[in-house]
């Protein structure tokens, strides 16, 4: 069974950092492009970035372009969004997604709640 | 971007109703092999899980209540059956481009 969990969200300032994991398992993680996508509270989703299976081509929505890094670590099935220089409206639900086919999201993770506020 | 748009922007239905969900895309987003088009399903609460891949194709586990149909700009997400576990908000996302999803459609007990 395909397993996504996710880690690391919690209460940061404006212009602080967070770094975001999601463990998989039940398949071959490297095998698979991976995406996060969040929600903000009460609206609707919104895709911030991809890898693909080797983590060599990475894609980024450009509300978050040069301040989030996805990355990730097939030797330990992780997956990572460094998040840095947050804003107020980065506030959301993040979900860790397998793509499958590419950029279709055939499974989820829980999500992990980021919240920035002073 | 490829902006998505969905209509109604929300429902009310009762058990057993037929209900059509119709997503618009700003630009053709299928060919003659494809359909770039997902429908996912989001209970209050909870992860979206997909429904509709490929614009028709249903995904594995998914009742075969659900259907999906369209091309080109327009796509059409169909609950031939309405059930109680299927109140819920329905997104279609576009996976032509840089992937983006329209605003939602929620359906509810009227």
């Known amino acids: 069974e395909v397993q996504l969990v996710e880690s690391g969200g919690g209460l940061v300032q404006p212009g602080g950092s967070l770094r975001l994991s999601c463990a998989a398992s039940?398949?071959?993680?490297?095998?698979?492009?991976m995406s996060w996508v969040r929600q903000a509270p009460g609206k609707g989703l919104e895709w911030v970035s991809g890898?693909?299976?080797?983590?060599?081509?990475?894609f980024y929505a450009d509300s978050v372009k040069g301040r989030l890094t996805i990355s990730r670590d097939n030797s330990e099935n992780t997956l990572y969004l460094q998040m840095n220089s947050l804003r107020a409206d980065d506030t959301a639900v993040y979900y860790c997604a397998r793509e499958y086919p590419v950029t279709t999201f055939d499974s989820w993770g829980q999500g992990t709640l980021v919240t920035v506020s002073s | 971007d490829i902006q998505m748009t969905q209509s109604p922007s929300s429902l009310s239905a009762s058990v057993g109703d037929r209900v059509t969900i119709t997503c618009r895309a700003s630009q053709i987003i299928s060919n003659h092999l494809h359909g770039y088009l997902n429908w996912y399903q989001q209970i209050p609460g909870k992860a979206p899980k997909l429904l509709i891949y490929d614009a028709s194709k249903l995904q594995t586990g998914v009742p075969s209540r659900f259907s999906g149909s369209g091309s080109g700009t327009d796509f059409t997400l169909t609950i031939s059956s309405l059930q109680p576990e299927d109140f819920a908000t329905y997104y279609c996302?576009?996976?032509?481009?840089?992937?983006?999803f329209g605003p939602g459609t929620k359906v509810d007990l009227k």
């Open positions: 039940g398949f071959t993680f490297g095998r698979y492009a």
């Open positions: 996302q576009q996976s032509y481009g840089s992937p983006t």
């Open positions: 890898a693909s299976g080797d983590g060599g081509s990475t």
